[in-house]
């Protein structure tokens, strides 16, 4: 037992990792992996919800633990652990939808985004992987969830379906708080600035991946989306350069005026130049340690046991309680 606060935290295996999903997300889960009691989860349930194709899900199932280890995230400390191994997730992510107002899942706004164009047509899992995701949350009473912006609103809906639930057949889960993260919280696309980083986006130069060669790190920033302008700063309507700065910001650790006064009199190419350096610096150690880790496969297989193992016992004590509650025993 541990008096520490409970983490859920997920990470979708949809393509190669990035640096969004770096410096958004997986750098701050391994820096407070002291801080609280965590599970990590490689959500790869939810990876299914568009079109994809097996061997690569499980490819990149493989890839994103060995990433996520190589990262800093430390299996001694923390719960890592692939959604499908437990099946306890799909079990309540059912009990869950059904206790779940179709208008709390149309109003999403993420399926909205996601359902363009798709008519009739688009699979329904997309429509429920919120209530997917509530499980996943609330199967292990976490009380909190660190998310990007774009995901609040699903943490939000699954305080509604856990107060919901609670209200219905008494006191169950834990009601989980999200949290967002300040500077680095959104990493744009490096071909254009609008749009998020992500690993489902085509294009050779959308996105900086985890394991890019450094050549291929600075040709990517080389041919990053900016602007006609000259001065190198931080505004609102520069969106290019200031996804830049950002990530040397978040990287560098030097503050927005430190950071325009050491670009005064420069140019996007100084810019772009040094960031490259200082990113490939950054994932240089990451990318040794992958190497290491997946040079023999059974130290994954071992990793991705132990995992299954300790989130399970977890998931089944809050699965009995469920059920129970639900007079399915
Ligand atoms: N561009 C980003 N900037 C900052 N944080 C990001 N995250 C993702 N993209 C960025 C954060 O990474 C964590 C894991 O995300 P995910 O893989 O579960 O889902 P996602 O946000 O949908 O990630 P992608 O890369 O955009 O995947 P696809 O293309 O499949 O949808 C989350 O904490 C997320 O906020």
Not at 114 to 121: A, F, I, P, R, W
């Amino acid at each position: 037992m541990t008096d520490k606060l409970r983490v859920f935290s997920g990470i979708k295996p949809s393509g190669d990792p990035h640096l969004g999903n770096y410096l958004g997300a997986i750098r701050n889960w391994v820096a407070d992996q002291e801080r609280y009691e965590n599970f990590f989860c490689v959500v790869d349930q939810h990876a299914i919800t568009v079109p994809y194709d097996p061997e690569e899900l499980r490819r990149n199932v493989r890839q994103l633990v060995a990433v996520l280890v190589a990262c800093g995230i430390d299996t001694e400390r923390s719960v890592l652990f692939v959604q499908s191994h437990v099946p306890e997730h799909t079990e309540l992510a059912w009990l869950l939808t059904c206790n779940t107002p179709l208008g709390w899942l149309q109003r999403m706004t993420q399926f909205k985004d996601k359902s363009v164009g798709q008519g009739e047509s688009v699979g329904t899992g997309l429509l429920t992987y919120p209530a997917l995701m509530a499980a996943d949350i609330l199967l292990y009473q976490a009380a909190v969830v660190p998310v990007g912006d774009d995901q609040k609103q699903h943490v939000e809906l699954a305080r509604d379906i856990a107060g919901r639930f609670n209200s219905l057949y008494g006191e169950t889960f834990v009601v989980p708080e999200p949290v967002i993260r300040g500077v680095g919280a959104r990493v744009m696309g490096l071909d254009d600035p609008t749009r998020k980083m992500s690993k489902s986006v085509a294009g050779q130069f959308h996105a900086v991946g985890l394991l890019d060669e450094p050549k291929v790190i600075q040709k990517k920033f080389s041919r990053a989306v900016t602007d006609s302008q000259q001065e190198i700063l931080f505004d609102d309507n520069r969106p290019g350069v200031t996804n830049l700065l950002t990530i040397h910001q978040v990287l560098s650790g030097l503050t927005k005026e430190e950071l325009e006064a050491r670009f005064v009199g420069k140019g996007y190419g100084d810019l772009k130049k040094e960031l490259g350096a200082l990113v490939a610096e950054a994932l240089a150690p990451i990318q040794q340690r992958y190497a290491e880790l997946t040079d023999d496969p059974q130290v994954l297989d071992r990793i991705l046991v132990a995992g299954a193992e300790q989130a399970s016992v977890v998931a089944g004590q809050t699965m009995e309680r469920v059920r129970q509650s639900m007079g399915l025993r």
